[in-house]
């Protein structure tokens, strides 16, 4: 995909990954980009910086993305690109409520959902479009730590690759980001845990590696090309994988216990 003159939608624009997006589509030469965010300051402020437009929207709340949709054609013009940036982090396992597993999934799931559902038959029948969902390394690798994030992105992948051959051959294209750890809030306070071991890259890194994706057209995005490798081990051997998990599992508890603070 080229980017230049194309009308682009980026969530989470506000900061991280999605505001190093909108700011590199800006530079690529996008007729528009429309940054969206529930934090409306945030998102202004990044659009005041590359001559955008700024909307407010929660991506957990279906209507929110309904009139994001809705505002951005009537308002800008056809969506070219939709990038289903945020997402949200929890850091618990079993002892997690029903109401994080509930925020989580609806950010980190439903959100694609609801774009797909509203914006994909538009696409078609204007001969196409193109969506970039950012999922993450965990939805290939799942996340020590965080099982509504790791089974979250998993599912995440799942609905892309459903979006993917479903509606391919009527011209909807799609691909998926899937970086290990970025510098962003998201992260904070997690600088040793194993998604770190490959390092962390900036935004701005991730935002070219996308860049160099989309114009490949590649449905799966890997800022961090040693992913790769980690999915082939992983399906190779299974059993072996997992005892590597539960190794690395060992070591991140040990770094994060008390004792050890």
């Known amino acids: 995909?080229?980017?230049?003159?194309?009308?682009?939608?980026?969530?989470?624009?506000?900061?991280?990954?999605?505001?190093?997006?909108?700011?590199?589509?800006?530079?690529?030469?996008?007729?528009?980009?429309?940054?969206?965010?529930?934090?409306?300051i945030k998102s202004k402020e990044t659009a005041d910086l590359i001559d955008g437009v700024s909307i407010e929207a929660d991506v957990s709340k279906e209507a929110?993305?309904?009139?994001?949709?809705?505002?951005?054609?009537?308002?800008?013009?056809?969506?070219?690109?939709?990038?289903?940036?945020?997402?949200?982090?929890?850091?618990?396992?079993l002892d997690a409520p029903?109401?994080?597993?509930?925020?989580v999934w609806e950010t980190n799931v439903m959100s694609h959902i609801w774009v797909a559902r509203h914006l994909v038959p538009r696409m078609i029948a204007r001969g196409g479009g193109y969506l970039?969902?950012?999922?993450?390394?965990?939805?290939?690798?799942?996340?020590?730590?965080?099982?509504?994030?790791g089974v979250s992105k998993?599912?995440?992948?799942?609905f892309a690759e459903w979006l993917a051959f479903t509606y391919g051959d009527q011209g909807i294209k799609l691909s998926v980001l899937c970086p290990q750890a970025v510098q962003t809030d998201m992260i904070t306070g997690l600088d040793s845990h194993a998604a770190s071991l490959d390092g962390i890259l900036k935004p701005s890194d991730v935002a070219q590696a996308c860049l160099q994706g989309l114009k490949?057209?590649?449905?799966?995005?890997?800022?961090?090309?040693?992913?790769?490798?980690?999915?082939?081990?992983?399906?190779?051997?299974?059993d072996r994988w997992?005892?590597?998990?539960?190794?690395?599992?060992?070591?991140?508890?040990?770094?994060?216990?008390?004792?050890?603070?």
């Open 98 to 103: 029903d109401q994080d597993w509930q925020r």
């Open 242 to 261: 997992i005892g590597g998990m539960r190794k690395l599992n060992r070591a991140n508890t040990n770094s994060n216990s008390p004792e050890e603070k």
């Open 1 to 40: 995909m080229d980017i230049k003159n194309k009308i682009i939608v980026v969530t989470g624009a506000g900061a991280g990954i999605g505001k190093a997006l909108a700011i590199c589509f800006a530079k690529q030469g996008a007729k528009r980009v429309i940054c969206s965010d529930i934090d409306a």
């Open 132 to 149: 970039l969902q950012t999922a993450s390394a965990a939805g290939l690798l799942n996340q020590i730590g965080s099982a509504p994030y």
């Open 216 to 238: 490949d057209e590649r449905f799966l995005i890997l800022p961090h090309p040693e992913v790769l490798t980690y999915m082939r081990n992983k399906t190779s051997d299974y």
């Open 154 to 158: 998993h599912a995440a992948i799942g």
């Open 64 to 93: 929110d993305l309904i009139n994001l949709i809705a505002q951005s054609e009537a308002e800008i013009g056809p969506i070219d690109l939709f990038c289903s940036n945020a997402g949200i982090l929890a850091q618990s396992g």
